[in-house]
């Protein structure tokens, strides 16, 4: 069972910046592509951004895009979401997981224990 470490989350004011950590192992980041996605309250899980293994292309929602930027350590073991000009339309649990889908996150279990965003005054 493949399962990643999300951290980062925090509190932060509407205009801010959050730097989000997904702590994987060395394997998985070479063979598989790694996903950020969200849940809001009341709302389904959906996809955020994803960076490929191999040629690392990269995926960004339209929610998000020019706003955020993924990013991946292979040093560290490790991709980041960089947000910046967060919403509270922003505000949701984030989870890393090694898929760009929900639906195959979701079929093979992927899901770890997420971090929270909270963007308000």
């Known amino acids: 069972q493949v399962q990643l470490v999300e951290s980062g989350g925090d509190l932060v004011q509407p205009g801010g910046s959050l730097r989000l950590s997904c702590a994987a192992s060395e394997f998985v980041l070479k063979y598989y592509p790694i996903g950020w996605f969200r849940q809001a309250p009341g709302k389904e899980r959906e996809e955020v951004s994803c960076?490929?293994?191999?040629?690392?292309?990269?995926f960004y929602a339209d929610s998000v895009k020019g706003r955020f930027t993924i990013s991946r350590d292979n040093t560290k073991n490790t991709v980041y979401l960089q947000m910046n000009s967060l919403t509270p339309e922003d505000t949701a649990v984030y989870y890393c997981?090694?898929?760009?889908?929900?639906?195959?996150?979701?079929?093979?279990?992927?899901w770890g224990q997420g971090t929270q965003v909270t963007v308000s005054l």
């Open positions: 997981a090694p898929a760009c889908s929900v639906n195959i996150a979701t079929m093979y279990n992927y």
């Open positions: 960076i490929k293994s191999g040629d690392g292309s990269i």
